[in-house]
């Protein structure tokens, strides 16, 4: 959970090597990419929302695999 602009680490690991990631939370989208193990982490800013639960989610543009977590907006 987390506050408006607050940082936060999203990771992940199963997608194409060098594969361009979108990352979302709330309506916001972000970028991200794996390395060469397929792996990815990047920090992103929790965007201006109403409170309560929501998901970050992350898919792969070429393979369409999707992964999300949920997170709390304070």
């Known amino acids: 959970q ?3 602009n607050s940082q936060i ?3 992940g690991t199963g997608y194409q ?3 361009k990631l979108t990352v ?3 309506d916001q989208k972000y970028s991200a990419q794996a390395d060469t193990r397929g792996r990815f982490s990047t ?3 929790v965007p201006a ?3 309560g639960a929501y ?3 992350v898919e792969g543009e ?8 949920n997170f709390r907006i304070e």
């Open 2 to 4: 987390g506050a408006e």
């Open 49 to 51: 929302a109403r409170a």
């Open 43 to 45: 920090v992103i800013s």
């Open 62 to 69: 070429k393979s369409g695999r999707h992964y999300s977590i």
């Open 9 to 11: 680490a999203v990771t």
């Open 17 to 19: 090597p060098g594969e």
């Open 24 to 26: 979302s939370l709330a």
């Open 55 to 57: 998901d970050i989610k």
